[in-house]
């Protein structure tokens, strides 16, 4: 995992990174291990000036790949998409998983687009549960465009100095964030 994470780290300095980016951003909400936020970071810190474009390439590749995770789900969840799941561990929590996540898949695609929680994962379920794929669509822009938007915002405005806080806490920043969200709507439901 370390030679695939520092692979990753290398495309950041190549000349076309922009376009190992959009790779990455594809190839990592489908089976891809390592997030675009490896190259994004890098990329944005090299080149503050560019920090909504590498964005708006992080975000379009990364939904354009959730439509081919949604489509491997959908197609193939036998052949593709349970081995994928398996090997990030995911073989026992897909059964509990489908009965419950149409019920919330929303909420669900909102928070793996965002924090640390595999996106891919979300993405196969998502086709293997028949979620609506306009809503699929929608909630994947809104999260990936909460993410690499923000990130970029952050590098932009702060630099490098931010780079450590990104890395290792912002993807919990943001589950806390939806966690109390959630818990938001929840109590008005209760107390309405």
Do not use: C
């Given at each position: 995992?370390?030679?695939?994470?520092?692979?990753?780290?290398?495309?950041?300095?190549?000349?076309q990174a922009i376009w190992a980016l959009a790779l990455v951003a594809f190839i990592e909400s489908s089976f891809f291990p390592i997030?675009?936020?490896?190259?994004?970071?890098?990329?944005?810190?090299?080149?503050?000036?560019?920090?909504?474009?590498?964005?708006?390439?992080?975000?379009?590749?990364?939904?354009?790949?959730?439509?081919?995770?949604?489509?491997?789900?959908?197609?193939?969840?036998?052949?593709?998409?349970?081995?994928?799941?398996?090997?990030?561990?995911?073989?026992?929590?897909?059964?509990?998983?489908?009965?419950?996540?149409?019920?919330?898949?929303?909420?669900?695609?909102?928070?793996?687009?965002?924090?640390?929680?595999?996106?891919?994962?979300?993405?196969?379920?998502?086709?293997?549960?028949?979620?609506?794929?306009?809503?699929?669509?929608?909630?994947?822009?809104?999260?990936?465009?909460?993410?690499?938007?923000?990130?970029?915002?952050?590098?932009?405005?702060?630099?490098?100095?931010?780079?450590?806080?990104?890395?290792?806490?912002?993807?919990?920043?943001?589950?806390?964030?939806?966690?109390?969200?959630?818990?938001?709507?929840?109590?008005?439901?209760?107390?309405?």
């Amino acid at each position: 995992m370390r030679r695939l994470y520092d692979w990753t780290i290398r495309l950041a300095d190549h000349p076309q990174a922009i376009w190992a980016l959009a790779l990455v951003a594809f190839i990592e909400s489908s089976f891809f291990p390592i997030p675009p936020d490896a190259l994004l970071i890098p990329m944005i810190i090299a080149a503050p000036q560019k920090a909504w474009k590498y964005a708006f390439v992080a975000l379009f590749f990364s939904v354009l790949g959730g439509l081919f995770g949604y489509a491997i789900g959908a197609l193939a969840f036998e052949q593709i998409g349970k081995p994928i799941l398996a090997s990030l561990g995911k073989t026992d929590a897909m059964e509990s998983f489908a009965q419950a996540f149409n019920e919330v898949g929303i909420i669900t695609v909102l928070t793996a687009g965002v924090t640390p929680i595999p996106y891919k994962v979300i993405t196969i379920m998502s086709g293997a549960t028949a979620m609506s794929l306009p809503i699929f669509i929608a909630t994947s822009i809104v999260a990936r465009s909460i993410r690499f938007f923000l990130v970029a915002a952050l590098l932009k405005y702060f630099g490098p100095a931010i780079r450590e806080f990104i890395e290792k806490y912002l993807g919990w920043v943001f589950l806390a964030g939806i966690v109390v969200l959630i818990g938001g709507f929840a109590m008005v439901r209760y107390l309405g």
